[in-house]
């Protein structure tokens, strides 16, 4: 019957034949244990097209007393040479979605583990201007408006504009106008663009304000 547990049954078969009895040879049957596995992911499983690392997988199992071998699978499909226990995800894929599971087999039983989803999104590019004099003397009464143009980006885009390498407080829009007022000195502009989780730093312009000569 179906729903044994674990263990090994032995069968045997009698018959009877008017008042004489003879008993069959033995056929045993052994149900094992099937196992069970679980994955995880040690790191992001959220990435950016050109990123330097992928996550780890790491599996669990138990319900296996012998030998376990195991088979990583992309998108349901077996990954040549990837048989440990554990599995990096390979740098250089593409944007896109990839998912992940691992069978083990115990015995002759085989089990497959809960599914580990790895999305790769497009990386932005940006690129920033000026118009306007971007070489300023001291007491200018307008600065220069920085612009920006963003391309791979197909949802909502977040901008901070940084000088030299620190953000500016409330600086969040496409645009941004340099302030008047800044003393003699050497200032670089750039934009940190963020679309789905990738962010990228545009190309820098630099505004140089002079000190004004007396006569």
């Given at each position: ?148 143009s963003v391309s791979g980006c197909s949802g909502s885009v977040t901008y901070q504009w940084q000088l030299n390498g620190n953000a500016i407080s409330g600086a969040t829009s496409a645009t941004y106008t340099v302030p008047s007022g800044l003393s003699a000195g050497t ?29």
């Open positions: 019957p179906t729903g044994l547990s674990a263990g090994t049954y032995t069968y045997t078969l009698v018959v009877t034949c008017g008042t004489c009895s003879a008993t069959s040879n033995s056929v045993t049957v052994t149900v094992q244990q099937t196992p069970t596995v679980t994955i995880n992911a040690s790191g992001s499983t959220t990435l950016c097209v050109g990123y330097t690392g992928g996550p780890t997988l790491t599996s669990s199992v138990s319900g296996c007393s012998g030998s376990v071998s195991y088979q990583w699978r992309l998108n349901g499909n077996a990954i040549s040479g990837a048989t440990s226990a554990t599995y990096t995800v390979p740098t250089g894929l593409s944007a896109g979605t990839y998912t992940y599971t691992l069978v083990v087999t115990c015995g002759s039983c085989s089990a497959m583990s809960n599914s580990i989803t790895v999305t790769v999104n497009q990386s932005p590019s940006v690129t920033i201007s000026s118009s306007g004099s971007t070489t300023l003397c001291v007491g200018y009464t307008s600065g220069p408006t920085l612009s920006s200032y670089t502009y750039t934009l940190v663009v963020t679309c789905g989780g990738c962010s990228v730093t545009s190309n820098s312009v630099t505004v140089t304000v002079q000190q004004t000569p007396s006569v």
